[in-house]
């Protein structure tokens, strides 16, 4: 590793956290099912998705949803984005000393609430209470289980030149609407996080067309996303600039803060490829539903300059759209 200590940097989702997964957890573990780096493990020869995810958000609350909220939407996410069915969630809970029992149960219910919405149960937990200051009031750690559906289940060795790429909804809400709260920011503008399950979405997408490639675009945005995707494809990625749905709350916010918004999280959207001549019938069925009310077609698959992403900017010039590099917005998830 490149560094002596543990940077917040290695928590981004960009390019040190890349580094931290493959060079020091994979390589350790080393298996067959971690070494995909997938949103899931696909196990028992294809029958089971199996997910976990840790969240430490400050803060608790904020515009949209709140961490009991964020941790059940983003491994049920997990999940779909991978083609299965979520069924089963897990939830452990480290609470620090002092917590307002308000806020705690305020919590649990969004858990309770968020996991029927979805069509899931949280079956198995855990609970522990740590000194005062030995945690910033709350950490959740869920895991989820899903099953597979028959149908050709979505991944990257399925991508190609000429495929579509589109993304469900705007981007950056998430990364901005918890930033706000935590800096008591933009109070007069609205921005809310997009914070969802995406099941009905999802299935109404995969029944509509088949679905190459899907990923939940969180920490590092959907700038992470296609260069990951650039990668494991060993394709290159074209996006356009303009096509890319983007607030104008969250833009303007952008603007002034100088952050990147295709490098913000996201925690109610998706990342789709599909076969060009499916891109309309996916579109048409991604705005058909309230969460994919604003999709949009936003770039091609190439085969030229594979493992690089081009973005193609709104005044006619390009540009490199790399992996993220330091840290933008810590402990947003």
Known sequence: MEHERILLAHGSGGSLTDDLVRDLFAAKFNNPWLSRLEDSAVLDEGRIAFTTDG????????????????????????????????????????????????????????????????????????????E???????????????????CERPRPELVEPGDAVLVSGTVGDHGMAVLSAREDLYSGAEIVSDCAALNGLIESVMRACPVKFMRDPTRGGLATVVNELSVSANV????????????????????????E?????????????????????CLAALRSHPLGSEASVVGTIVSEHPGTVFLK??????????????EQLPRIC
């Open 55 to 130: 969240y430490v958000v400050n803060p608790l609350f904020f515009p949209g949803g709140d961490i009991g909220k964020l941790a059940v939407c983003g491994t049920v996410n997990d999940l779909v984005v991978m083609g299965a069915r979520p069924l089963y969630l897990s939830c452990a809970v480290i609470i620090e000393e002092g917590l307002p029992f308000e806020e705690l149960e305020r919590i649990v219910e969004s858990i309770a609430r968020t996991a029927k919405e979805a069509g899931t149960a949280v079956v198995a937990g855990d609970t522990k209470v740590v």
């Open 132 to 150: 005062r200051g030995a945690a910033d009031k709350m950490f959740i750690t869920t895991s989820g289980i899903g099953l597979f559906e028959e």
């Open 236 to 259: 290159g990625v074209e996006l356009e600039e303009g096509a890319v749905p983007v607030r104008e709350s969250v833009r303007s916010a952008c603007e002034l803060l100088g952050f």
């Open 261 to 281: 918004p295709f490098y913000l999280a996201n925690e109610g959207r998706a990342v789709l490829v599909v076969d060009k001549t499916d891109g309309e019938r």
């Open 313 to 326: 900017t709104a005044v006619g010039g390009q540009r490199i759209l790399d992996m993220l590099t330091g």
